[in-house]
């Protein structure tokens, strides 16, 4: 899942490279919630991009997405079936280093990007 607050320019690039790096047999579903628009208000999206990705893209009217301490319990996310607290759950990686996570494998926790 990504929560897009910027828009614009950085989503246009984000879904290249997603396009670029899908891989139909390794590569799972991607959820974009576009709640933001600093970075722009439009996007150009190609079609070919569009058809090279497994995404789901949605839109939140409500102007914040957080990570709170339901977003194990109450979300898509419950790993276990038993509702953990975020801290269990959740792997925070800094922004600067999503090239080096980007490909990384999954173990219990999920893996999100940070500013």
Known sequence: MVIDYLWGRPTELLLEALAKGFRASSTRPTRLVEVGESAGKTITLPGATLRSVDLTLMGSGFGVYRVGPDFCRDSEFVLDGRGREPEDCVDPIPLP???????????????????
């Open 97 to 115: 280093d999503v090239e080096a996570a980007w490909s990384r494998v999954e173990k219990g926790r999920r893996i999100v990007f940070t500013v």
